[in-house]
């Protein structure tokens, strides 16, 4: 995987592409409306194996240097869903930006699915 690289007078800073889709992850679900972050099979057979997944969040950085993201999400029923991915996008931006000052080209949603929240009653 590539890696974003800057330089200092002290030497190199590298931003890894599984940094990018950790704070893009963590940014999505800080959303109301957004039920966890999807994923494809393969995703979810690594996590259950144990290894550390981002859900699915695809990063590229083209040869200008600007971030593409694709992030898979499963919004809770009864939320507009175009009004939560618009969040998630906007969200996802401002955390990137301030937290790597990368140039930030496109935050793709792919909304997978809908999910209800379980009650208390339907827990036990």
Do not use: C
Not at 22 to 36: D, P, R
Not at 62 to 84: H, L, R, S
Not at 92 to 99: D, F, G, P, S, T
């Amino acid at each position: 995987m590539r890696a974003e690289e800057s330089h200092t007078d002290l030497g190199a800073i590298k931003i890894h592409k599984n940094v990018i889709a950790s704070i893009s992850a963590l940014a999505s679900v800080e959303i109301q409306g957004v039920k966890k972050i999807g994923g494809d099979f393969k995703t979810a057979f690594m996590e259950l194996l144990g290894k550390k997944t981002s859900g699915g969040i695809e990063v590229d950085i083209n040869k200008n240097e600007e971030v593409k993201v694709k992030i898979p999400i499963i919004i809770e029923y009864g939320f507009n869903i175009p009004e939560v991915a618009a969040k998630v996008q906007e969200n996802v931006r401002q955390a990137l930006e301030k937290m790597t000052t990368l140039s930030i080209r496109d935050i793709d949603i792919n909304v997978q699915g809908i999910e209800k929240k379980l009650t208390t009653k339907e827990v036990k």
